[in-house]
C-alpha cells in the first residue's frame, strides 16, 4: 500500500473523527481546566509574532503528565551540554500543559500540539523551523512523520516503549505502519523486548537502539523530598501514622485501596487519583463506603480520624507525596489495566505494592517480581495483608527495596544515552 495512498485515506477519515470525538474531548477540557485562549494553538494559532519565536531548534511533542516530565528531564540534561539550545515542547492534554508551563525552564516554548492535519502540521514546523522532532515514547502521528520527511526535518523516538494493548493495535494495521515506520530517523528503546518489537513492525534494525528507560533512570536525580505542608496536614490525622499512597488511582480503586488500608492498625490512606478533576467522583464513593473525605485542595483536619482519609487532588505533587509514604500502592493495576510508574517510589526507598495489572511496565515489573522486589495483590484481602507485611516487618521492607533498587540500577544512564544519541541526530545549532 503507497504512502500517499495511507496519508488520502487518513486525511478523508481524520475530519470526520475529530467532529465524532470532539464532544468528549471537550468535555474532559472543561473538567480539566482546558479552556482558554491557549486552547487556540490546536489550531496553529499563537500569541506572538513568528519572528519572535524560538527557531532552529529541538521541537518536542509529549502527550500528558508522564511524557512531560520525560520531555522536561530531557531538556535539562541537553541543557547542560549546550545551555543556549532552543526547545519547543507541544502537549496533548491541557493537565500535560499546566506541568510543562510550571516546570519548563527558561527559554523553552511550550505550546498545544496542533491537531494531526496536514496544513496545521506544515502551518507549525514553518513556524517553528526545527532541525529535529522529538516523539516521546511511541505517540506517532501520520502527518507529522510526513511532514517532517517532506522538509527534511528528522524525527526521533525517545524513551520507546510498546505495551501488549499498542502493539496488537500496530499489527492490526500493519500495511499502514508498514509506511510511516520507516521515516523516523531513530528509536531508542526502554529495553530489549521492546526494541524487537519496533524492528518487527518497520523500523530499520539499525535505527533502533537500546538506551533504558529515561524515567527509571536517577541518575542525577535528587530523590523526593518531605515538604512541610504536608506534614502539616498529616499529624492532624494522629501522630506517628504509617502513611500508604494510592499513587494515580482510577475509578474503583480509591475505595479499595482505603478499604485494605483501614483493615491495617495505624495506617493512614492519602489517594492521589491520576486525574485531579475526579475530585467530587472521588469523595462520593469514598463517602458512600463510610469515609469521611478530607481533599488537599481545601483542606480541613478530620472530625473523626480513625475514618479518615486524604486525598490530594492536585497535579505534580504526587512525587513529593511519595517522600511521605510507609509504603506505595500503584494505582491503575486493579480495576484497570496498564499500571502506573513505579521507579520515583522504588529510588526513594519505599516499598511498592501493585495490582496484577502493570503490562504498561513491562519487561520492568516482570524483573522487580523475580527479584523480589515488589509485592502483588490481587484483592482487597491481598493487598491488606501485603501492607501490613511491608509496613511492620523492617527486615521484609528492606529486602524489598534493595531488591527493587537493583533491578532500577540497570537503567542508571539512560538519559545521557539518549540526548547524546538526539544531538548528533540534530547536528550543530545554526
Known amino acids: 500500500m503507497a504512502r500517499g495512498l495511507v496519508l488520502a485515506v487518513y486525511n478523508l477519515l481524520l475530519p470526520l473523527v475529530t467532529v465524532l470525538a470532539a464532544p468528549g474531548w ?22 506572538r509574532a513568528p519572528e519572535f519565536e524560538p527557531g532552529g531548534g529541538i521541537y518536542v511533542h509529549a502527550v500528558s503528565v508522564g511524557e512531560v516530565l520525560l520531555a522536561l528531564k530531557l531538556v535539562a540534561a541537553w541543557r547542560e551540554y549546550d545551555p543556549d539550545e532552543g526547545f519547543v515542547l507541544a502537549c496533548t492534554t491541557s493537565t500535560g500543559l499546566e506541568v ?22 506544515r502551518r507549525v514546523l514553518r513556524r517553528f523551523e526545527p532541525r529535529l522532532v522529538v516523539l516521546v515514547e511511541s505517540e506517532l502521528w501520520p502527518n507529522l512523520l510526513g511532514v517532517a520527511h517532506r522538509t527534511g526535518v528528522p524525527v526521533a523516538l525517545a524513551n520507546a516503549r510498546m505495551s501488549p494493548r499498542s502493539e496488537r493495535r500496530y499489527r492490526r494495521f500493519l ?62 490525622f494522629g501522630s506517628g501514622r504509617e502513611v500508604v499512597l494510592a499513587a494515580s488511582t482510577h475509578a474503583g480503586e480509591e475505595v479499595l485501596v482505603a478499604r485494605a488500608v483501614r483493615r491495617v492498625a495505624g495506617a493512614l490512606a ?13 469523595a462520593e464513593a469514598l463517602a458512600g463506603a463510610g469515609f469521611e473525605v478530607c481533599l488537599r485542595s481545601r ?34 493495576s486493579f480495576l484497570a489495566r496498564g499500571g ?91
Open 26 to 47: 471537550l468535555r474532559r477540557m472543561a473538567r480539566r481546566g482546558g479552556w482558554g485562549p491557549k486552547l487556540r494553538e490546536r489550531l496553529g494559532i499563537y500569541d
Open 340 to 430: 502506573q510508574n513505579p521507579a520515583d517510589a522504588i529510588a526513594a526507598g519505599i516499598p511498592v505494592v501493585t495490582g496484577p495489572h502493570m503490562q504498561n511496565f513491562e519487561p520492568l515489573v516482570s524483573q522487580l517480581r523475580t527479584a523480589g522486589g515488589i509485592r502483588t495483590a490481587r484483592d482487597e484481602a491481598e493487598l491488606a495483608a501485603a501492607l501490613e507485611t511491608v509496613l511492620r516487618d523492617a527486615g521484609t521492607r528492606g529486602t524489598m527495596t534493595t531488591a527493587a533498587r537493583a533491578v532500577l540500577e540497570r537503567h542508571r544512564g539512560a538519559t545521557a544515552r539518549t540526548v547524546d544519541a538526539l544531538r548528533t541526530l540534530a547536528g550543530p545549532r545554526p
Open 100 to 121: 510543562a508551563r510550571n516546570g519548563a525552564p527558561q527559554g523553552v516554548r511550550v505550546i498545544y500540539a496542533p491537531v494531526d492535519f496536514p496544513f496545521l502540521v
Open 175 to 236: 500495511p499502514v505502519v508498514n509506511q510511516f515506520l520507516p521515516l523516523v530517523r531513530w528509536v531508542g528503546a526502554q529495553a530489549d523486548e521492546h526494541a524487537a518489537v519496533w524492528r518487527d513492525l518497520g523500523v530499520p534494525g539499525d535505527r533502533v537502539e537500546v538506551t533504558g528507560s529515561v524515567k527509571f533512570d536517577q541518575e542525577g536525580v535528587a530523590p523526593p523530598k518531605k515538604r512541610k505542608e504536608f506534614d502539616e496536614s498529616l499529624r492532624s
Open 299 to 332: 483542606f480541613t483536619p478530620p472530625e473523626d480520624r480513625d475514618r479518615a482519609v486524604l486525598v490530594a487532588d492536585t497535579t505534580g505533587e504526587l512525587r513529593d507525596w511519595t517522600a511521605h509514604a510507609g509504603a506505595v500502592v500503584v494505582g491503575k
Open 270 to 282: 492519602v489517594i492521589v487519583p491520576r486525574h485531579a478533576e475526579r475530585r467530587a467522583e472521588v
